[in-house]
């Protein structure tokens, strides 16, 4: 696994322990060489997570929309930034770009940014595993409807079977390798 993409939130959120997420994320990148693709923007859970892979030596790849880069809202210290016209661009190059997928904490745009990755991987249009950094239980409400999509057949695969899902940034990211390994 080359690079990993990451969606999080701009938000820095309401518990310190998100920002020490993305800091031990953004460490654990740069250690094992692996590329942090990302948003591109410069506030909340992003800047911290692509700060904290530049101060460990790593590369950030951002991805940004011509909107956000006239509000001078990205990141100006980053190894290479796009910029693309529209956010469904912005995707789709994410989406190229990355071996791997992974959301710490956000919200909407998170959650909208994931499951598309997510639903390709369902629908076949790739095979890079998807993983949820958990931080603070996060993701349990998710995980719960995950379930009950599940049970009442609404989804054909279990998501366990395509999901990842840690509390600890270095154990997700060494399940997102092996996975990347051995679709």
Excluded: W
Excluded at 2 to 21: D, R, T
Excluded at 94 to 116: K, N, Q, V, W, Y
Excluded at 146 to 168: C, H, N, W
């Amino acid at each position: 696994m080359k690079s990993l993409c990451v969606f999080l939130g701009s938000s820095q959120g309401n518990h310190p322990a998100y920002m020490e997420a993305a800091t031990a994320l953004g460490h654990e990148l740069a250690r094992r060489g692996i590329a942090c693709v990302y948003g591109g923007s410069r506030t909340g859970l992003m800047n911290r997570l692509a700060d904290s892979v530049l101060e460990a030596g790593g590369e950030v790849v951002g991805v940004t929309v011509q909107l956000l880069k006239d509000k001078e809202e990205f990141h100006r210290g980053l190894t290479r930034l796009h910029v693309v016209p529209t956010m469904h661009e912005r995707k789709t190059l994410m989406i190229e770009l990355s071996d791997a997928f992974l959301a710490l904490p956000g919200g909407i745009g998170t959650f909208d940014e994931f499951f598309e990755v997510y639903t390709l991987r369902q629908l076949g249009f790739h095979s890079k595993p998807c993983g949820l950094l958990d931080v603070n239980g996060f993701y349990g409400p998710m995980k719960l409807m995950l379930d009950t999509a599940e049970r009442e057949g609404f989804m054909k695969q279990p998501y366990r079977e395509a999901i990842a899902v840690s509390a600890d940034p270095s154990e997700l990211v060494g399940l997102l390798m092996d996975r990347a390994r051995h679709p």
